[in-house]
Nanobody, 124 residues
Framework: QVHLVESGGGSVQAGGSLALSCVASVSLVYNKPMAWFRQIPGKEREGVAVTYAGTGIKYYADSVKGRFTISQDNANTVSLQMNSLKPEDSAMYYC??????????????????WGQGTQVTVSS
């Protein structure tokens, strides 16, 4: 069983920055995805970014390209640096991990392990 612990959520004004971190209870397996998702009430949980452990490969949702950066900081930790934040970025953010490969990284149903979520609020 893998446990994920998130930190870094909070409130920020539009145009500001915020950094999220997710620490796993195990070393991430090579080439397995660790992703960030977000969800607001009444909407589906959507993929924000993913990195494949040990590879440096990264993908992003179109809505955050150029503003967000996902990084694997060590064997257990993945962070999400969020810059130029917009009010529409406000959501509950979750980190997620899966133990098998899939080409559809942004499908929430494919992930085995989830963090508890951390709230991000961007005000104007």
């Amino acid at each position: 069983q893998v446990h994920l612990v998130e930190s870094g959520g909070g409130s920020v004004q539009a145009g500001g920055s915020l950094a999220l971190s997710c620490v796993a209870s195990v070393s991430l397996v090579y080439n397995k995805p660790m992703a960030w998702f977000r969800q607001i009430p009444g909407k589906e949980r959507e993929g924000v970014a993913v990195t494949y452990a040990g590879t440096g490969i990264k993908y992003y949702a179109d809505s955050v390209k150029g503003r967000f950066t996902i990084s694997q900081d060590n064997a257990n930790t993945v962070s999400l640096q969020m810059n130029s934040l917009k009010p529409e970025d406000s959501a509950m953010y979750y980190c997620a991990y899966r133990s098998s490969y899939s080409t559809s990284w942004a499908s929430a149903a494919d992930y085995n392990y989830w963090g508890q979520g951390t709230q991000v609020t961007v005000s104007s």
